[in-house]
């Protein structure tokens, strides 16, 4: 049995979508996406088998934000195949660079 079947029959927890997640790295700043606070949500359904995640970007005109929702969702179909993955874009609250957490702002000096 692979890891990801023994995770499923288990169930998900936030804290391992999150994991997921933080492999993902923004290319322009070269920190993860959680540390760099474009994770607004993830929320799991495990009746119904489905995760939903609101990203937001740090800009709307980001050059790398096909490249940051299409690597969320692609990661989370690969740890969690048999869930139905949901990644939307929001905008709202608007990005700031407030939302960078210490270890993020640690990875930038």
Same mark, same amino acid.
Request: proline letters at 6%; glycine letters at 10%.
């Given at each position: 049995?692979?890891?990801?079947?023994?995770?499923? @029959?288990?169930?998900?927890? /936030?804290? $391992?979508?999150?994991?997921?997640?933080?492999?993902?790295? #923004?290319? @322009? +700043?070269? %920190?993860?996406?959680? #540390?760099?606070? +474009?994770?607004?949500?993830? #929320?799991?359904?495990? =009746? &119904?088998?489905?995760?939903?995640?609101?990203?937001?970007?740090?800009? /709307?005109?980001?050059?790398? &934000?096909?490249?940051?929702? &299409?690597?969320?969702?692609? %990661? !989370?179909?690969?740890?969690?195949? !048999?869930? %139905?993955?949901?990644?939307?874009?929001?905008?709202?609250?608007?990005?700031? =660079?407030?939302?960078?957490?210490?270890?993020? /702002? $640690?990875? !930038? #000096?």
């Amino acid at each position: 049995m692979s890891n990801s079947e023994n995770i499923q @029959e288990k169930g998900v927890s /936030r804290t $391992q979508v999150v994991a997921a997640l933080g492999l993902i790295i #923004d290319p @322009e +700043l070269g %920190i993860n996406i959680v #540390d760099m606070g +474009l994770l607004y949500s993830a #929320d799991i359904d495990e =009746p &119904g088998k489905s995760i939903l995640i609101n990203l937001t970007l740090s800009s /709307r005109g980001c050059p790398m &934000g096909a490249a940051i929702l &299409g690597g969320a969702e692609n %990661i !989370l179909k690969s740890y969690f195949p !048999l869930y %139905i993955i949901e990644v939307q874009l929001v905008w709202e609250p608007a990005w700031a =660079p407030e939302f960078i957490s210490e270890e993020g /702002r $640690q990875l !930038l #000096d």
